[in-house]
């Protein structure tokens, strides 16, 4: 799994860049928030990133920040969020005001983004509220991730690429007391 690009910025572009590293360019999704913080071409630069594998693509996310490639992925668990619009969502805001918006239970504030309904800012509210932690001290607002192996093996098949629906599938009938059991079993019932 990639899970950092350190480079040169070769190409800065709307909606992705071009980061040089060694002499191979990664090309990166990135959401508005990310590009803000991205320098000008041919300055160095340091990306969180996630790698999304599908049957007919290898995409990679870049994130400026830890705190957005979490927000992503958890957007990314949410069914019928992919990772176009978890990106719309991302660009709509800063990390810290998405998830006081979840905490708050504010839909409308994820309905601005392209992409975005009614029900699926419902969806998102509904299945992540309860992952956002409560606020700290210094207002700052923590992700729980938990320890529950449903959840961890969720989100290790996201890992491996698959979508929020086959997850479910997946998942629905696996069988195992812990994270790696529920995906093996899981990965088993897929090569099916």
Known sequence: MIALISGSVAIRRVDHVVVDCGGVGYRLAVSAQTLAQVPA?????VLHAHLVVRE???????????A???????????QSVGPKVALAILSAGPPREL???LAAGDADRFRSAPGVGKRTA??????????VGSTLPEGAISVARGDDPRSL????LLGLGYSPVEVDELLD?????SAE???????????R
């Open 122 to 131: 419902e969806r998102i509210v509904v299945e992540l509220r309860e992952k």
């Open 99 to 101: 998830l006081a918006a």
């Open 41 to 45: 071409v041919g300055r160095s630069t």
């Open 181 to 191: 059991e529920l995906i093996a079993d899981a990965l088993r019932s897929a090569r």
């Open 173 to 177: 009938g696996a069988a195992g007391e």
């Open 68 to 78: 957005e490639r979490d927000l992503f992925l958890m957007l990314l668990g949410v």
């Open 153 to 156: 093996a969720r989100e290790g």
């Open 56 to 66: 007919d693509a290898l995409t990679l996310y870049g994130f400026a920040t830890e």
